[in-house]
């Protein structure tokens, strides 16, 4: 039976982590508001400056910006909190980012986000995004159609888990420190019609290709994360494409509506979120099995890239990286030569199998919403649509749907910027 004494110290213990529970809420308050303020700066500044002429162009660009953008890099902070930037895929001129925040900084904030220690923790619920302002997202005709979808989504069994989640928040908060590296590539949108095998194995490989080469030259692992198997919805700057005089709603990816430019396509489809859960299911199967069943295997890897050195055309702008890299790809099939003799044979797990983790802009939120579960072991809430989400440029107002979305799940996150934003504390 515990003592007084051994109450009051329990008590006091209690008092002193809401203390500091409170004064960690209240530094990421201050932190939002100097965020804010800084954007708003920002923002006027790039208003005072900017040529009206130039306007509708800079739009356009934003709109392909991440076009086959692939993400790759890591740093480690000097508090330790472990932000991971990416060296961003240069478009036109334009640069873009992904910022993830993960490491135990962030896996605390989670269990704060279902703790009862504030009115900010326990106002967060799987819905309560709908309290915000939402932008980006569809309107559709039949709100009928559309609650009975995001029902029959509900039901259905989750796209990946949350232990996968887990795993890979672990892999990142290791990344935030220094080691592993960070590897992110894909479409910027995937498509339901040129949906097949082919299409998913080719970029598959691609990043495979490029995990080997930095793994060798970084001499350190590579996190692999796919941005597919869930990355349909497009944000838009305009709700309206305008053609010849004809105005329709714009596209906004297959799991909303269609591209071709008329009416009935136009119109945005609840059906079609089922069809993109049925692909990005599929689409994750394969990968599997591909990352499982020695489709990836080290030799295998390393053969394409000395075969695609040799197919290489010679003369262009680019042959001395190309010597570089055929060279990097002969030490390391040397190296795995090496591994053979020694052992270490393609049918060893350690050779044959790779980690390979999805991702996708969290962006049509009551999909998103029909997606998200509760972890039975943890109690925590997880966006099972995908292993990584990030908000996107047009959508991470802190007042927002978005973030209020996301703010409640324990997925690793990120937010993409564009270029000319500063993170505090650099």
Not at 316 to 333: G, P, Q, S
Not at 399 to 417: C, T
Request: charged share 25%; net charge negative; aromatic share 8%.
């Amino acid at each position: 039976m515990e003592s007084d004494d051994d109450v009051d110290m329990h008590a006091a213990d209690a008092n002193e982590e809401l203390d500091d529970t409170k004064k960690r809420l209240k530094e990421m308050e201050d932190e939002a508001a100097a965020l804010r303020e800084m954007q708003a700066k920002v923002e006027k500044e790039m208003g005072s400056v900017q040529d009206p002429a130039t306007a509708s162009a800079s739009q356009a660009n934003r709109e392909e910006i991440d076009f086959r953008s692939v993400f790759v890099g890591n740093k480690k902070t000097d508090n330790g909190s472990g932000l991971i930037f990416s060296i961003p895929y240069h478009d036109q001129g334009q640069g873009q980012a992904l910022h993830f925040r993960v490491s135990e900084e962030i896996r605390r904030c989670s269990e704060l986000r279902q703790a009862d220690v504030s009115p900010i923790a326990t106002s967060w619920k799987v819905d309560s995004w709908r309290m915000k302002k939402a932008l980006q997202l569809p309107e559709y005709p039949d709100a009928n159609e559309l609650d009975q979808v995001l029902e029959t989504l509900s039901s259905f069994p989750p796209i990946v888990s949350a232990g996968e989640a887990r795993n890979l928040e672990e892999k990142l908060g290791q990344a935030a420190m220094g080691n592993p590296f960070l590897l992110q590539g894909g479409d910027c949108a995937e498509s339901l019609k040129e949906f097949n095998a082919n299409n998913i194995r080719d970029t598959f490989r691609v990043l495979l290709q490029m995990g080997v080469v930095l793994m060798f030259g970084g001499q350190m692992p590579v996190i692999k994360v796919g941005r597919m198997a869930g990355q349909f919805a497009k944000p838009r700057s305009d709700p309206f494409e305008d053609k010849n005089g004809v105005k329709l709603p714009s596209y906004r990816g297959d799991n909303v509506n269609g591209d071709a430019f008329n009416v009935a396509s136009r119109i945005p489809d609840p059906q079609r979120m089922v069809r993109a859960y049925c692909q990005s299911v599929a689409t994750l199967n394969l990968l599997r099995a591909f990352a499982t069943g020695g489709y990836a295997a080290m030799q295998r890897v390393n053969q394409w890239n000395l075969d695609f050195m040799a197919h290489s055309e010679q003369g262009d702008i680019f042959l001395l990286w190309a010597n570089r890299y055929r060279e990097l790809a002969h030490r390391v099939d040397e190296a795995l030569g090496f591994m053979n003799v020694a052992g270490l044979t393609s049918e060893h797990p350690i050779i044959s199998t790779r980690d390979f983790w999805t991702s996708h802009e969290c962006l049509l939120l009551p999909c998103e919403q029909a997606l998200t579960r509760e972890d039975s072991t943890t109690g925590l809430h997880y966006d099972c649509s995908a292993h990584m989400l990030w908000v996107g440029e047009r959508t991470r107002q802190l007042d927002g749907s978005h973030v209020e979305f996301l703010r409640g799940v324990a997925n690793p996150l990120g937010i993409k910027l564009l270029k000319g934003y500063m993170i505090l504390g650099e």
